[in-house]
């Protein structure tokens, strides 16, 4: 909560001590206010350099400073977000203020209290002490400068206002944050259901999208609801047979959203309109050469656009799973390769836009743009068939897409293209997010996720008091939502789809997840990776973290990806559990959810209506050791589960001889301690297999440094030789 900072503080902290001047506490967040304004750093730019400005009050750490008190009593004001300092460019009146890094010369501040103005304060800089900070007017965007408290008409007083809350990184309060300001702003209720902004079909389709992103990251039952509610006011106006829309991608796009929308919530109409939609398109827009057309009516029919092909290859994995019909994965693999042959460039990674086959079957590429929404569906479509054919030909081509979709930032790592604010160019990048996240997920990667996390967090510092982010993220969202493009004045009060791509950003990063999951650890169902047919309760009843409300379809299924089981072994698991129905019971599967991967289902059902731990166990045929991904489906309805905890055995390295125990392992808080019945040699790797040590070893106990991390050991003397490799904890 802010709170005034009025009072004198106790003598133990460190502040400045200038005569009648207010206490400034080392180490406290600030807002440098003049009334419902305060000082911002323009665009929220990380760089140096940039200008100080009077911004609208929006709550953001950009508009927040660190106060560094001296030893002298002077104050250094740091930028919570971009971490440089308030200072100023020249000592004169009129000198601009900008941020900077750290200078003792031009960026230190005495407070002073107005005797006439009890709470407000001067800032006067150190080095020209007959002048002070000013705003010369109260329009957003002015820029401080120093100014003459003698002569100047400039606005000299602020008033200093404590901010604890204020976020220092991007958390899941400031993702939700940017949800709600989207939501508040744009979500209205329609003659019938729900209706983002205006209405339209594509961006739509994709803001739909976004709002499925929000419900797999957080599985909040909210966006569940506003999904069907968004689709009860799409249908009305455009039905549910989309063959008269002539623009192919359209339709693939809302196919996407409703495939997916039944891959979570396992309502049937939204697999019946994405089947029946996705075949009526596919069939009337194949071209010769194995691509699609990307508009019915279009002039040249052998051209071709990557809008059409990614997003329909994906759209084809997703029609092929939701039937269980593999012809539809062979129809991706088909419409990848030729995508791949005539508008992407194997060397880069660069997705093109549009070209056009010969009647040779030859190809010309007529557009070399390189797009966002083109990186990221091209992105996921090759994730997508990675993942279905295990083929590395599709993970080469994901990690060059990756690495070219980045070029596509500033230096600062913030996107940097299509800075607009109108017209289908403002949606783009909501996609590239989005896929960003399938590619993190399906690799066990973090940088992607920071990536997009920067990314939000940079687009929230730039959003309004509203908490309404424009898709110009580089510049501050006006609290009007208008700005000139050109001559022309757009207007983003009711037109949604630009903001959506904070909100993708936001959602995307997927913050609740947790990246390393050690089998041994109880493993909570808030640390999901991906849901179907189920989601989070509201509120928890069985601790503090969440679990998952009472399914309502048989084959609800909870994912944990990347479950690292080390060089241990597992044959059980407890699962914390539920039920209100008395015949449902839980299987656990790794890495597919089939009967070849099935390890187990609990004995008998679940009938208890109050928490209790259930066993599942599969025998030591199926011990499973290293890292997996780890599926609990729920058979039958009404069950719930909190969290799971596999039965995990510690190799070691035991028994080297048939007889004896030739060496043991244990930890104490820093080291490693073996135990041997002889001396010999200890050989200590990392994970790679890069010798990090080697060390002699007495008869008895030795400790042993731990180093840092997780190493491999094994043990040789004259007589014995390990051959177990035992991953230290």
């Not at 050469?289 to 092909?309: A, F």
């Not at 660069?350 to 390189?370: A, C, L, M, P, Q």
């Not at 094994?714 to 014995?720: D, E, L, P, V």
């Amino acid at each position: 909560m802010k709170k005034f900072f009025t009072s004198i503080l106790s003598a133990t902290i460190a502040t400045i001590s200038l005569t009648a001047v207010a206490a400034v506490e080392n180490g406290t967040v600030y807002s440098l206010s003049q009334g419902n304004k305060a000082v911002f750093i323009a665009n929220a730019s990380p760089n140096g350099g940039t200008a100080a400005v009077i911004w609208t009050q929006t709550d953001v750490p950009a508009q927040r400073w660190v106060a560094e008190v001296q030893s002298d009593g002077t104050v250094a004001f740091r930028n919570l977000y971009s971490g440089l300092y308030l200072g100023y460019g020249g000592t004169k009146e009129n000198a601009a203020m900008t941020q900077s890094t750290f200078s003792r010369m031009r960026g230190l501040w005495n407070v002073k209290e107005s005797e006439s103005a009890p709470g407000k304060y001067q800032l006067i800089p150190t080095m020209a002490k007959t002048l002070c900070a000013g705003v010369p007017a109260e329009t957003d965007g002015t820029k401080l400068a120093l100014a003459n408290p003698e002569t100047s008409t400039s606005n000299m007083l602020f008033e200093l206002v404590a901010d604890p809350d204020a976020p220092s990184s991007f958390n899941e309060d400031v993702r939700d944050a940017i949800i709600d300001g989207f939501v508040g702003q744009y979500y209205h209720k329609a003659s019938t259901g729900h209706v983002l902004g205006g209405g339209g079909w594509w961006g739509d389709a994709e803001m739909f999208e976004t709002i499925l992103d929000a419900f797999i990251t957080t599985g909040d039952i909210r966006y569940k609801e506003m999904f069907d509610e968004l689709y009860i006011d799409f249908t009305r106006r455009n039905g549910t047979d989309w063959s008269g829309n002539q623009y192919n991608d359209d339709i693939t796009w809302m196919v996407l959203a409703t495939a997916r929308a039944y891959r979570y919530f396992g309502n049937t109409t939204y697999k019946t309109v994405a089947t029946d939609n996705y075949k009526r398109m596919y069939n009337r827009a194949l071209q010769k050469y194995g691509t699609l057309i990307w508009k019915q009516d279009q002039d040249n029919k052998l051209g071709t656009n990557s809008c059409i092909n990614c997003p329909a290859t994906i759209a084809a994995c997703y029609i092929a799973e939701i039937n269980d019909d593999p012809t539809w994965y062979d129809k991706a693999v088909k419409l990848y390769a030729a995508q791949r042959s005539i508008l992407y460039n194997p060397d880069n990674g660069e997705v093109f836009d549009s070209g056009f086959w010969t009647t040779t079957g030859g190809t010309d590429v007529t557009n070399r743009w390189v797009s966002t929404y083109n990186q990221g569906t091209m992105l996921g479509a090759a994730v997508a068939l990675y993942l279905h054919t295990g083929d590395e030909a599709y993970l080469t081509d994901a990690h060059k897409i990756y690495a070219r979709s980045k070029g596509l930032a500033n230096s600062n790592g913030i996107v940097s293209v299509c800075q607009t604010i109108n017209g289908d160019l403002c949606g783009f990048k909501g996609i590239l997010m989005r896929y960003m996240r399938t590619y993190a997920q399906a690799l066990g990667l973090d940088e992607p996720f920071e990536w997009v996390a920067k990314n939000a967090w940079h687009a929230y510092q730039n959003r309004t008091s509203g908490g309404v982010i424009w898709s110009a993220w580089l510049t501050k969202t006006d609290e009007s939502l208008k700005r000139y493009e050109g001559e022309d004045l757009k207007d983003i009060t009711n037109d949604a789809f630009g903001s959506s791509t904070a909100v993708s950003a936001a959602a995307n990063a997927f913050i609740n997840r947790k990246a390393v999951k050690k089998a041994s650890d109880v493993i909570e169902a808030s640390w999901f990776d991906d849901l179907k047919y189920t989601w989070l309760d509201k509120e928890a009843t069985d601790g503090v973290t969440p679990n998952t409300a009472p399914s309502a379809l048989t084959g609800a299924t909870i994912c944990f990806r990347g479950v690292d089981f080390g060089t241990g072994s597992s044959n059980s698991v407890t699962l914390r559990l539920k039920a209100n129905s008395g015949r449902s019971y839980a299987r656990v599967y790794a890495d597919a959810v089939d009967d070849a991967h099935l390890l187990g289902r609990n004995s008998g059902f679940v009938v208890k209506s109050s928490w209790n731990d259930v066993p599942v166990s599969w025998g030591d045929d199926k011990t499973l050791t290293g890292v997996h991904d780890i599926y609990v489906e729920f058979v039958g309805t009404g069950l719930q589960m909190h969290n799971m905890k596999f039965n995990v055995e510690d190799s070691g390295i035991a028994d080297a001889t048939a007889d004896s125990k030739a060496v043991s392992f244990s930890t104490n808080a820093s080291n490693l301690v073996v135990n041997a019945t002889e001396g010999g040699h200890l050989l200590v790797v990392n994970p790679a297999g890069q010798t990090v040590a080697e060390l002699n070893i007495s008869e008895g106990m030795t400790s042993v440094p731990l180093y840092a991390g997780f190493f491999i050991c094994s043990f040789t003397n004259g007589k014995i030789r390990t051959t177990d490799k035992v991953l230290i904890k």
